[in-house]
């Protein structure tokens, strides 16, 4: 009998486990569903969620209770890094490539044309850079040719979903278009980098003759109602997550909201209790756009719960390039990142450092935080692997790092040199604004200012406002960073400005310290 017991015993041990063994098998892994939540124009300090090692005064003025909880889920960067305006940035994201590598350096707009302020800047001939913008087919003048993300990610069998503002390239082009970058479905994208307006009641800027330049094509549904732009893009990305998924086709989500770009206007279902904190009224109506972006977050991790697919969907949370602060805000400019310095345009932290959560569930650990330094090139990497996209051809060098290493704990090489490269002419003026070419390697950043070619030398860890400009104490420091941002732009072939009174090139960092 007691033998028998055993035999029985023994079956059931070698049944459980080859039938484990089996479902282990069978249990492929599904393709998991990937947003991008990407704010636009939004700062490292425009929320309730402290991304310093102290909370600020922002952090108790702005309300992001959903960046709250998207962190409380995964993984927050607190030193991500974008560049200073909207397109380098945008490109960079969908070709992996670096801003001084893929020449589209400042914002586009005009096809074929430098802007009236680039051409006619008093001290420098500007690049003819990559005006306009991102092309997905070879030959188009003024353009990048590169393979685009949504492209890979289609081919893979994901749906991919454009909505909100695109500006990957200038009016008339093909990046123009998202549906030519490989979206299969485009929701409110065009070259224009703003929105003609926010509000449902004017149509979103269409028949408005002012504003006709900025209006939001295809949202006819919600003309004449009392529907806030942020509100109706979230509803239509809800509305092609759900296509998907009635197809049952894993999705890309590329939900790129206008806000909160000029025009700062109240999204009025919040407005009320900025007014009444008594803030100036242009900061109470940007108090009000950050927490309808917010909230739009929250509906899209609500469906996602609804419909049972949090478990298996990717959140990247990014915000496009830092707060504007150098114009169009209320109260002093240039303090609206504090303890950044300065703001959108520069390349001071306040306009290149951006707030980062990336929920990934069962592969990050919830409610983690990395101080490990990340750029914006870094998104098309990680997303391919994120997707299981492994033999990946494309027509451009990538430079970005996956940073899938960071998100499951590892730690990575904290020596990394990040560059950033504007030869341009942004608009307003400021701290770190100017035609540039920096470096931030460890703790230190070193800017170069083409104008008149001369350093400023910045330990970020010990002075993260940039007040002390370490360039003459440290010269040892500034040699080593001026030599490895040289070799960088020598590498990339990045284009330099000319000097207007003498037609000769701006140097190189290392020849203009040599020549010092
Ligand atoms: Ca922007």
């Not at 282990?24 to 991008?36: D, G, L, S």
């Not at 006819?220 to 990305?237: M, S």
């Not at 002390?468 to 400005?497: G, H, R, T, W």
Request: glycine fraction near 8%; include cysteine; aromatic fraction near 10%.
């Amino acid at each position: 009998m007691k033998k028998i017991n055993f035999l029985i015993y023994l079956w059931i041990i070698i049944f459980t486990m080859t039938s484990y063994q089996g479902e282990k098998k069978n249990k492929k892994q599904p393709t998991p569903n990937i947003i991008v939540f990407l704010v636009d124009d939004m700062g490292w300090q425009d929320t309730s969620l402290p991304f310093w090692d102290k909370v600020t005064p922002f952090n108790k003025r702005y309300h992001t209770p959903n960046m709250e909880r998207l962190a409380k889920e995964g993984m927050k960067f607190t030193q991500a890094y974008a560049t200073p305006v909207c397109t380098p940035t945008r490109v960079s994201l969908m070709t992996g490539m670096n801003a001084a590598r893929h020449r589209v350096t400042n914002w586009t707009s005009a096809k074929d044309k430098l802007r009236k302020t680039e051409k006619n800047h008093k001290t420098l001939i500007i690049p003819q850079w990559n005006m306009n913008g991102l092309s997905p087919v070879a030959g188009h003048p003024h353009a990048v040719y590169a393979t685009p993300l949504p492209k890979l990610l289609q081919k893979a069998g994901y749906y991919t979903i454009h909505v909100g503002k695109a500006h990957f390239g200038a009016r008339g082009t093909i990046g123009a278009n998202p549906l030519n970058i490989g979206f299969d479905v485009n929701i409110g994208g065009t070259g224009a980098g703003q929105p003609g307006s926010y509000l449902g009641t004017e149509n979103y800027g269409n028949g408005i003759k002012k504003r006709e330049h900025w209006a939001v094509p295809n949202m006819e549904e919600y003309y004449g109602k009392d529907i806030f732009l942020t509100e109706a893009l979230t509803r239509e990305a809800i509305k092609a997550m759900d296509t998907a998924v009635s197809h049952k086709e894993p999705f890309f989500l590329y939900m790129a909201h206008y806000a909160v770009h000029t025009p700062i206007m109240a999204d009025q279902r919040f407005i009320k209790k900025y007014t009444e904190m008594g803030l100036d009224p242009i900061e109470a109506k940007y108090a009000s756009l950050i927490e309808g972006m917010d909230k739009s977050l929250g509906d899209i991790m609500d469906y996602l719960q609804k419909r049972d697919l949090d478990k298996n969907t990717i959140i990247l949370f990014m915000s496009d390039n830092g707060g504007l602060s150098a114009v169009a805000r209320g109260g002093k400019p240039h303090t609206h990142n504090k303890p950044l310095s300065s703001g959108k345009g520069s390349v001071h932290e306040g306009g290149i450092r951006e707030p980062m959560i990336v929920k990934w569930p069962g592969k990050v650990k919830p409610q983690t935080v990395t101080d490990q330094k990340v750029i914006i090139e870094d998104f098309y990497p990680t997303i391919l692997k994120m997707a299981g996209i492994k033999k990946v051809k494309t027509v451009q060098k990538i430079d970005g790092i996956s940073f899938i290493p960071i998100l499951k704990g590892k730690k990575t090489d904290p020596e990394r040199a990040l560059f950033w490269h504007f030869p341009n002419k942004w608009g307003p003026t400021g701290p770190g604004i100017g035609a540039s070419s920096t470096v931030r390697k460890g703790d230190w950043k070193l800017i170069y200012y083409h104008n008149d070619e001369s350093f400023e030398l910045f330990n970020i860890k010990n002075d993260i406002g940039e007040h002390q400009n370490l360039a003459k104490s440290n010269p040892k420091k500034l040699k080593e960073l001026a030599k490895i941002l040289s070799e960088y732009l020598v590498k990339v072939n990045a284009q330099m400005p000319v000097h207007r009174n003498t037609g000769k090139k701006v140097l190189l960092p290392i020849n203009s310290l040599k020549k010092a």
